[in-house]
């Protein structure tokens, strides 16, 4: 399941009520095998709003890994 929502509100919204639509935004949520149980497991870790990487299949961030014109290191590229 992948999520992402303009606000924090409507990620946890969005997670709260089973809407699987992929949307757009800075607040994101990537979760694996999306059962009863680990959507429980991901309201838990966006209601926290701390990134969440990698622990259980489970991606949370709020923050864009590029914004305002960054880009990566050349040699990230190889």
Do not use: C
Request: charged residues 25%.
């Amino acid at each position: 399941m992948l999520l992402a929502r303009p606000t924090h509100a409507e990620l946890l919204s969005a997670l709260q009520h089973n809407d699987t639509t992929v949307g757009e935004g800075h607040y994101r949520i990537a979760l694996f095998d999306p059962t009863p149980e680990r959507i429980e497991k991901a309201i838990k870790i966006v209601s926290k709003d701390k990134a969440w990487r990698n622990k259980q299949d489970i991606w949370y961030t709020s923050a864009p890994l590029l914004q305002e014109g960054a880009r990566l290191p050349s040699s990230s590229l190889v």
